[in-house]
C-alpha cells in the first residue's frame, strides 16, 4: 500500500540534508545520514507510521539522534585522520565545475552565512550537546522543548547549551561579500605573479593556513601561522605545480579559489577576512572531499 505520508517525508529531503552537513561538516556524511533516517522510517510498520502526527519532525528528531551520534563517535576518528580535518567544502549549486550537480534540488545544500568554512570550523570546536543544540534552536529555529527531545536533556539545559555555543561563535561584522570577491581576486593575482609584497600586504600578520589531505594528497602536516610564512609556504607551491590553474568560485557560500590540474580539481581554497586582510586560509586537497568540485 502507498504510504500516505510519501509526499510529506520526500519533501523533508533537502531540510534533512541541510542539517545534517551542518551538524557534521561533511557531505558525504549528511547523505548517510538522511538515508539512514528514511531507512528507519519505512522500517516502521504501517501502523506505526500512520500514528506519527507529524513526519517531518520525526524524520528531524531521528537525523539529529544520528548526527549527535556520529559527533560523539568523531574525537576518536579525528585521532585516526592524517594531518588536520577541515570540514568538506560544498560549491554553489550553479558552479559544480562541469560535474553534474545533483539532479534533484533536495540533495543541494543551502548556502547561507551558517555554511561558511569559518562558521563550520567553530562549531567543529563545540562538544556534540552544544553543537546540536546550537543549529537545532539559533539555525533552524527549533524551540528549546523539540532540541530538548533529541539531545535527551532539559529545555533549560538545551537553552544553557546553545547559550555556550554562541559566546563562542564570532558575531563581529562581516566584510561584504564584495569586499570579499576582491580581497581573495587580489591574491589570486599575486598568487599567480608570485608577487611577494603584494601576497604579504593582504595576509594578516598573524594569519593561519590549514590544509586538509588526510594523507592522500601532498599537504603541509600542520598549520602554519604567519604571514610571511605562508607567503614562503604558498611561493614553494606555485615553484612545484606551475602548469596548476586557479579559478574564482563560492566555496561555501564565500568567495574562495579553486586549483585546477589539467581536467582535476586538486585543491579547494577558503577563506576568513577581517578589515580588508586574510586572516584564515583553508586548503582543502583530501580528494574524498572533493567530490562535488570534479570535473568529468
Known amino acids: 500500500m502507498t504510504d500516505p505520508n510519501l509526499s510529506a517525508v520526500i ?16 557531505l558525504a556524511e549528511a547523505e548517510d545520514v538522511v538515508q539512514e533516517t528514511y531507512a528507519r522510517w519505512y522500517a516502521l510498520s504501517e501502523p506505526q507510521r500512520r500514528e506519527v502526527a507529524n513526519p517531518g519532525a520525526w524524520l528531524t528528531t531521528v537525523a539529529s539522534r544520528i548526527c549527535l551520534d556520529l559527533l ?23 558552479e559544480w565545475l562541469g560535474a553534474p550537480a545533483p539532479a534533484d534540488p533536495a540533495d543541494r545544500i543551502t548556502l547561507d552565512e ?3 568554512m569559518a562558521f563550520l570550523v567553530v562549531l567543529d570546536s563545540l562538544t556534540p550537546a552544544e553543537r546540536v543544540a ?12 523539540e532540541v530538548a527531545d533529541v539531545v535527551g536533556r532539559t529545555p533549560a539545559a538545551c537553552r544553557q547549551l546553545a547559550s555556550s555555543a554562541r559566546r563562542r561563535i564570532r558575531t563581529a561584522s562581516e566584510p561584504s561579500s564584495t569586499q570579499r570577491a576582491e580581497v581573495v581576486r587580489d ?20 594569519a593561519i593556513a590549514t590544509a586538509d589531505s588526510g594523507g592522500l594528497a601532498q599537504a603541509f602536516r600542520h598549520p602554519i601561522v604567519g604571514g610571511e610564512q605562508i607567503v614562503r609556504t604558498w611561493l614553494e607551491i606555485t615553484a612545484r605545480a606551475p602548469q596548476v590553474t586557479l579559478i574564482e568560485r563560492t ?40 567530490r562535488p568540485w570534479t570535473v568529468s
Open 72 to 94: 560523539g563517535s568523531a574525537r576518536a576518528r579525528r585521532e585516526r585522520y592524517v594531518g588536520e580535518w577541515i570540514p568538506e567544502p560544498v560549491p554553489d549549486s550553479s
Open 187 to 206: 591574491f589570486k593575482r599575486a598568487w599567480e605573479t608570485s608577487d611577494i609584497g603584494a601576497l604579504i600586504g593582504l595576509l594578516d600578520p598573524q
Open 114 to 116: 551558517s555554511i561558511s
Open 251 to 290: 566555496v561555501n557560500g564565500q568567495p574562495g579559489l579553486v586549483a585546477r590540474l589539467g581536467d582535476s580539481v586538486v585543491s579547494v581554497y577558503a577563506f576568513d577576512i577581517a578589515d580588508g586582510r586574510i586572516t584564515r586560509i583553508w586548503a582543502i586537497r583530501n580528494p574524498e572531499k572533493l
Open 134 to 145: 546550537f543549529v537545532l534552536h539559533d539555525v533552524f529555529r527549533y524551540s528549546f522543548a
Open 11 to 26: 519533501s523533508e529531503r533537502r531540510q534533512l540534508i541541510n542539517l545534517a552537513y551542518r551538524l557534521l561538516g561533511s
